[in-house]
Nanobody
Framework: QVQLVESGGGLVQPGGSLRLSCTAS????????MGWYRQAPGKERELVAT???????NYAASVKGRFTISRDNAKTTVFLEMNSLKPPDTAVYYC???????????????WGQGTLVTVSS
């Protein structure tokens, strides 16, 4: 079984910064991508950013230039550096990754429990 543990959410003023972290643990053979989604009240969950095993990144247009996603060398922890935060960034942020638990197994998505980010003065 694979678990994702997120940390770093909280309350921040507009224009401020936060750094989210997410670490995968458990029966992991390989992780092919890690990323962050978010869900604001009354809205659907949306992509924020992803990073592939080869380091390629993808960002939602609304966060490009303000957020930076990265992975540690062990490739089991993903970070989301969020700068110039705005009230519309308020949401529950979910970590996700694609995990294979043994050689030859399919990569399946795993989700964290979410961490709340509130941008307000």
């Amino acid at each position: 079984q694979v678990q994702l543990v997120e940390s770093g959410g909280g309350l921040v003023q507009p224009g401020g910064s936060l750094r989210l972290s997410c670490t995968a643990s458990g029966s992991i053979f390989s992780i092919n991508y890690m990323g962050w989604y978010r869900q604001a009240p009354g809205k659907e969950r949306e992509l924020v950013a992803t990073v592939l095993r080869d380091g390629n990144t993808n960002y939602a247009a609304s966060v490009k230039g303000r957020f930076t996603i990265s992975r540690d060398n062990a490739k089991t922890t993903v970070f989301l550096e969020m700068n110039s935060l705005k009230p519309p960034d308020t949401a529950v942020y979910y970590c996700t990754c694609g995990v294979a638990v043994m050689p030859g197994a399919r990569y399946l998505p795993v989700w964290g429990q979410g961490t709340l980010v509130t941008v307000s003065s």
